[in-house]
T-cell receptor, first 115, second 110 residues
Framework: KAGVTQTPRYLIKTRGQQVTLSCSPISGHRSVSWYQQTPGQGLQFLFEYFSETQRNKGNFPGRFSGRQFSNSRSEMNVSTLELGDSALYLC??????????????FGPGTRLTVT | KQEVTQIPAALSVPEGENLVLNCSFTDSAIYNLQWFRQDPGKGLTSLLLIQSSQREQTSGRLNASLDKSSGRSTLYIAASQPGDSATYLCAVSRVNDMRFGAGTRLTVKP
């Protein structure tokens, strides 16, 4: 069974631009969560989707948004990029609607650099 | 608010040594606790998941324990190898909420 895939793996953008990251969960998984990882803040939860509905949201500004499609694939969008948005963005999938109750599987991440 | 702390932040040991990584959390109302491994610049690999009703889980040379009442978990690595060098993170989960520790960076020297 294929794991969680994320595209692109690396991305360089300039301040003020917007970016869209993609995540394909493990087949059969309907929950997708997004995380931001930086050296200073560690891993921080962005949001979670289940069956195309956002179920939970972390403490990030409205510039960060996401969506999930009917095939469970998810996209994350960041508008008006800032230097501080440079990070490794990870997505994780699980089969359960209550994602905290079961094991989560992580993708390899997208490394975003904002210059 | 759940706080997760991992001590030490970094650890260097010679090959073959047994070692223990620590994770503590402030709110004992959790669903489970998960240990992950992360290699530099890569995603997270799940190592062990302990449900809140369990006390420990084992996989190969790894053993994780959970003491919910004291808010502590340990990851024991037996007979460490250079390939074990990575950052180890613990994460505690409640309903639709997962909080991570900052991780312990482990270096196993040949």
């Amino acid at each position: 069974k294929a794991g969680v895939t994320q595209t692109p793996r690396y991305l360089i953008k300039t301040r003020g631009q917007q970016v869209t990251l993609s995540c394909s969960p493990i087949s059969g998984h309907r929950s997708v969560s997004w995380y931001q990882q930086t050296p200073g803040q560690g891993l921080q939860f962005l949001f979670e989707y289940f069956s195309e509905t956002q179920r939970n949201k972390g403490n990030f500004p409205g510039r960060f948004s996401g969506r999930q499609f009917s095939n469970s694939r998810s996209e994350m969008n960041v508008s008006t990029l800032e230097l501080g948005d440079s990070a490794l963005y990870l997505c994780a999938s699980s089969w359960s609607p209550t994602s905290g109750s079961v094991e989560q599987y992580f993708g390899p991440g997208t490394r975003l650099t904002v210059t | 608010k759940q706080e997760v702390t991992q001590i030490p932040a970094a650890l260097s040991v010679p090959e073959g040594e047994n070692l223990v990584l620590n994770c503590s959390f402030t709110d004992s109302a959790i669903y489970n606790l998960q240990w992950f491994r992360q290699d530099p610049g890569k995603g997270l690999t799940s190592l062990l998941l302990i449900q809140s009703s369990q006390r420990e889980q084992t996989s190969g040379r790894l053993n994780a324990s959970l003491d919910k009442s004291s808010g502590r978990s340990t990851l024991y690595i037996a007979a460490s190898q250079p390939g074990d060098s990575a950052t180890y993170l613990c994460a505690v989960s409640r309903v639709n909420d997962m909080r991570f520790g900052a991780g312990t960076r482990l270096t196993v020297k040949p």
